[in-house]
């Protein structure tokens, strides 16, 4: 059996021929930039979020540098964020100029380690960019307490995260401004890239919408120096058509994790993130399972037909991108266990129940020798 991990054509169902046809109006009709089906769709994300304002960027890198810069943080302000997340987060903080900071992750939520946050906050902190890492909610209450007592702003990363609640409210719509990437990987995938940020600051979004469209207000009139990165119709169109269908998708998510937690449970070499808080939901962009075992699992499943791979095997802190921060091994050591240790398994919406089980048979033939 081979266990694929995208499968795009599920995602588009019997929508496709009505997808395929806007396009083409589009195409027609020369609608590529900035119009009605971009304002529509952002409108409709940020309701989906429960935020006022959205504002479509060409990818989540961008939104990530864009949300920066309408904060006003550059040279001489530090952001603090995860030793453990995807290059793009501490990218953009650096592609301000401004120097990122990096805390811990914790061992059981592989997400940012709140208790370390404190202490990484000084004079110069202007930002905490907590990462939903894997699909899974941050909780917030603590961070945004923080931000609070020390004046800081909260930037949420969750691209990995569309419609990941926390406290009763979805994750982008809690810190001041929220991230979101449409890489055909993620949760809620363009058919190339795409990205939005959202926020309930008019203000903010007055300025991002300059900020993506080279400083402009009104025509030929520049009032900021920005740079042109702004979502395409064809982009918001594709986007438009799937995002009633997240949820949906979501849910089946968590029911693919729940089979592989229940078909894993007992094995003794294995872990995976700890269960999210009742009321919380995660929407499992990844599932991830941690091993001292992990380079050898790999192997067996790939051997098998199964398209497992390892996310971020080199963290942060030591990437050669990041060399003159003055990071050293050592340093963050969850970070480095959970990039030697973790391994995806495949999880998308429609994953087939004996796909699941066909992996999990596998991975329990790994570490018992045996099918059952
Ligand atoms: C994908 C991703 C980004 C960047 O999004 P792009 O659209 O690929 O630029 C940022 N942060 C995290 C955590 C991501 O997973």
């Avoid at 001489?76 to 793009?88: C, L, R, Y």
């Avoid at 979501?250 to 999210?276: E, K, T």
């Avoid at 962009?285 to 790999?298: A, G, K, N, P, W």
Wanted: negative net charge; aromatic residues 6%; hydrophobic residues 45%.
């Amino acid at each position: 059996m081979k266990v694929p991990r995208y499968e795009y054509g599920a995602q588009f169902g019997d929508d496709l021929d009505v997808v395929v046809e806007r396009i083409r109006s589009a195409l027609v009709l020369g609608r590529y930039g900035a119009g009605e089906e971009v304002s529509a769709f952002e409108q409709a994300f940020a309701d989906y979020v429960g935020a006022l304002h959205g504002r479509g960027v060409n990818t989540g890198t961008d939104a990530l540098v864009i949300a920066l810069r309408a904060l006003g943080i550059g040279p001489g302000d530090e952001v603090v964020t995860q030793a453990n997340t995807f290059n793009a987060t501490v990218a953009a903080i650096c592609l301000v100029g401004a120097t990122p900071v990096l805390v811990d992750a914790d061992e059981d939520t592989f997400l940012m380690d709140v208790a370390r946050l404190e202490p990484a906050i000084t004079s110069r902190t202007r930002a905490i960019i907590p990462v939903h890492l894997y699909g899974r909610p941050t909780p917030m209450a603590e961070i945004v307490r923080l931000a609070g007592a020390h004046g800081l702003d909260v930037v949420e990363d969750a691209a990995q995260a569309h419609g990941a609640v926390t406290g009763g409210v979805r994750v982008g719509s809690i810190g001041r401004l929220g991230c979101f990437s449409f890489h055909p990987s993620k949760n809620l995938a363009a058919a190339g890239a795409g990205g939005i940020i959202v926020t309930g600051d008019e203000e903010l979004a007055t300025r991002i919408s300059r900020l993506r469209a080279l400083g402009q207000h009104g025509q030929n009139n520049h009032l900021v120096v920005g740079g042109n990165t702004q979502l395409d119709a064809i982009q918001a169109i594709v986007l438009q058509a799937k995002l009633p269908r997240l949820d949906g998708w979501n849910a089946r998510r968590r029911d693919v994790a729940a089979l592989y937690r229940a078909g894993l449970s007992g094995l003794p070499g294995i872990r995976v993130q700890d269960p999210v808080p009742d009321g919380d939901e995660h929407v499992y962009h990844l599932f991830q399972i941690r091993t001292v075992e992990r380079d050898r699992l790999l192997r067996h499943l790939v051997e098998a037909g199964i398209d497992a791979v390892v996310r971020y095997p080199v963290p942060i802190h030591l990437q050669p991108a990041f060399g003159d921060r003055g990071w050293r091994v050592g340093q963050f050591p969850v970070a480095e266990r959970l990039a030697d240790e973790l391994l995806c398994l495949p999880i998308r919406p429609d994953l087939r129940e004996t796909e699941v089980e066909y992996v999990v048979e596998i991975v329990r033939r790994f570490f018992t020798g045996s099918p059952t």
